[in-house]
């Protein structure tokens, strides 16, 4: 089951720090997750980002951690 997050922001701000926390660049997560570099970005980047379920379990498999 999914929790919600903690405020807004905080996922862009999580998803940063494991990304770098693994030595990884946005393109590399990006290829893992199927996004792209831009979309990535701008969940990194910005506090009102509000990405969908199927996009957090593929981002959580690509930084090798779970959705909560």
Known sequence: MLEP???????GRRVAARREELGLTREQVAERAGTTPDYLRYVEERPTASPGTGFLIRLAGALETTVA
Do not use: S
């Open 5 to 11: 997050t903690r405020n807004a922001g905080d996922i």
